[in-house]
């Protein structure tokens, strides 16, 4: 949804309500996660973004606060069984969580078994909803052509997403695109195929502030901004953080 006023002219806590705190490099140590979470409750973050391991830290140090937490579930392949995604989701209910991501079987997709990718992602939405949860689909477009993207995204609202988002920022196959995450025009054609259907969330290669107000400008609901990246997205540091760094969202 398109901002009532401009990105720029927005203050420090109304542009952190747009980010998911990224927090999911697989060699962070457990005083690692902390320390990040700590900065995005500093932040004012809408959510941190981890792995479901991290949740004993998370929970906690988030109760109270403005920061929820967003769990990801089959991340970052989403080729998991449906039953596995079913009982990692039922794990990350039971902690109390506030949102979860969760990723496409986007072989499904360019396999074109858009049925089974709707149901897998149903039986996933369907407990989360009970549970007050709001989920998010990602799509790794990446991987995918335009085509690929329209059609994942009428499975995924069909299934009941909340969100629809465009990657992982993990991966590392054949790119289809000439850039990679949520360069502007992939964010417009997501908001496009959202048609107001659901909200688009962007994540991978946010890493300056003037692309991260562009895409609040342009009427994106919700970004996942890697760790580095949030100070700078934000304006409190300058600098391109995280530029080459793995896992940056």
Same mark, same amino acid.
């Given at each position: 949804?398109?901002?009532?006023?401009?990105?720029?002219?927005?203050?420090?806590?109304?542009?952190?309500?747009?980010?998911?705190?990224?927090?999911?490099?697989?060699?962070?140590?457990?005083?690692?996660?902390?320390?990040?979470?700590?900065?995005?409750?500093?932040? %004012?973050?809408?959510?941190?973004?981890?792995?479901?391991?991290?949740?004993?830290?998370?929970?906690?140090?988030?109760?109270?606060?403005?920061?929820?937490?967003?769990?990801?579930?089959?991340?970052?392949?989403?080729?998991?069984?449906?039953?596995?995604?079913?009982?990692?989701?039922?794990?990350?209910?039971?902690?109390?969580?506030?949102?979860?991501?969760?990723?496409?079987?986007?072989?499904?997709?360019?396999?074109?078994?858009?049925?089974?990718?709707?149901?897998?992602?149903?039986?996933?939405?369907?407990?989360?909803?009970?549970?007050?949860?709001?989920?998010?689909?990602?799509?790794?477009? &990446?991987?995918?052509?335009?085509?690929?993207?329209?059609?994942?995204?009428?499975?995924?609202?069909?299934? %009941?997403? &909340?969100?629809?988002?465009?990657?992982?920022?993990?991966?590392?196959?054949?790119?289809?695109?000439?850039?990679?995450?949520?360069?502007?025009?992939?964010?417009?054609?997501?908001?496009?195929?959202?048609?107001?259907?659901?909200?688009?969330?962007?994540?991978?290669?946010?890493?300056?502030?003037?692309?991260?107000?562009?895409?609040? &400008?342009? %009427?994106?609901?919700?970004?996942?901004?890697?760790?580095?990246?949030?100070?700078?997205?934000? %304006?409190?540091?300058?600098?391109?953080?995280?530029?080459?760094?793995?896992?940056?969202?």
């Amino acid at each position: 949804m398109k901002p009532t006023k401009a990105a720029a002219e927005m203050s420090v806590p109304e542009l952190a309500a747009y980010i998911d705190h990224s927090i999911l490099k697989p060699d962070f140590t457990p005083s690692d996660v902390r320390r990040e979470v700590e900065a995005a409750i500093g932040y %004012g973050c809408r959510t941190v973004c981890i792995n479901p391991a991290s949740i004993e830290i998370a929970a906690p140090l988030c109760a109270g606060t403005g920061t929820g937490v967003c769990v990801v579930v089959d991340f970052p392949f989403g080729c998991s069984s449906t039953e596995s995604k079913v009982a990692q989701t039922r794990i990350a209910l039971a902690a109390g969580i506030q949102e979860l991501d969760v990723v496409a079987n986007y072989g499904w997709v360019r396999g074109g078994e858009l049925a089974r990718v709707e149901d897998d992602l149903r039986a996933v939405i369907e407990p989360c909803h009970e549970a007050g949860v709001v989920v998010k689909v990602i799509f790794e477009t &990446d991987a995918l052509s335009y085509d690929q993207i329209a059609a994942v995204a009428e499975a995924a609202i069909a299934a %009941g997403a &909340d969100f629809i988002k465009t990657s992982t920022g993990f991966y590392t196959g054949t790119n289809q695109h000439d850039r990679t995450g949520a360069f502007d025009e992939m964010v417009a054609f997501m908001i496009e195929c959202a048609a107001g259907r659901c909200a688009v969330k962007g994540s991978g290669s946010i890493r300056d502030r003037a692309h991260f107000l562009r895409l609040i &400008d342009a %009427g994106i609901d919700r970004m996942g901004i890697g760790y580095r990246s949030t100070p700078v997205v934000l %304006g409190i540091e300058s600098g391109a953080a995280g530029a080459s760094a793995p896992g940056g969202y």
